[in-house]
């Protein structure tokens, strides 16, 4: 929602031709977003724990950041790259958010659609 608050937790993983997570990946991912978001980080270990910076090292071929709506409703765009890796793009929408006599008058979860199956490619904790 374009409401200034909501946020989207975003996961990048470097995956082989399978599509299986590479454990040994170590890669500095660069990141580029265009729309109307801003970009909250994510975090990882060395200089500065790379604090809202736009380029982040997966750690065991996975990392996640965090992109924050702005008040203005539209398309944003997030492209990773990486030395010798195949580039990847993700699309979000914000919507607009209708605020009446300072309430909202939406619920956030509305329209979310709930889902307790597991990814196939994570592995199974218990069996």
Do not use: H
């Given at each position: 929602m374009a409401n200034g608050a909501d946020l989207s937790l975003?996961?990048?993983e470097v995956v082989d031709a399978n599509g299986n997570r590479c454990p040994t990946a170590l890669n500095l991912i660069s990141f580029n977003m265009t729309g109307p978001a801003e970009w909250r980080g994510g975090i990882a270990q060395g200089p500065d724990n790379y604090i809202l910076s736009r380029e982040l090292p997966v750690e065991c071929g996975v990392n996640r950041f965090l992109v924050r709506s702005t008040m203005m409703p539209g398309k944003?765009?997030?492209t990773a790259s990486a030395n010798g890796l195949q580039p990847a793009s993700?699309?979000?929408e914000s919507?607009?958010?209708?605020v009446q006599d300072g309430l909202s008058r939406e619920m956030p979860d509305e329209n979310l659609k709930p889902s307790l199956l597991r990814d196939p490619r994570l592995p199974a904790l218990l069996t």
């Amino acid at each position: 929602m374009a409401n200034g608050a909501d946020l989207s937790l975003i996961e990048v993983e470097v995956v082989d031709a399978n599509g299986n997570r590479c454990p040994t990946a170590l890669n500095l991912i660069s990141f580029n977003m265009t729309g109307p978001a801003e970009w909250r980080g994510g975090i990882a270990q060395g200089p500065d724990n790379y604090i809202l910076s736009r380029e982040l090292p997966v750690e065991c071929g996975v990392n996640r950041f965090l992109v924050r709506s702005t008040m203005m409703p539209g398309k944003i765009s997030i492209t990773a790259s990486a030395n010798g890796l195949q580039p990847a793009s993700l699309q979000l929408e914000s919507k607009p958010f209708t605020v009446q006599d300072g309430l909202s008058r939406e619920m956030p979860d509305e329209n979310l659609k709930p889902s307790l199956l597991r990814d196939p490619r994570l592995p199974a904790l218990l069996t």
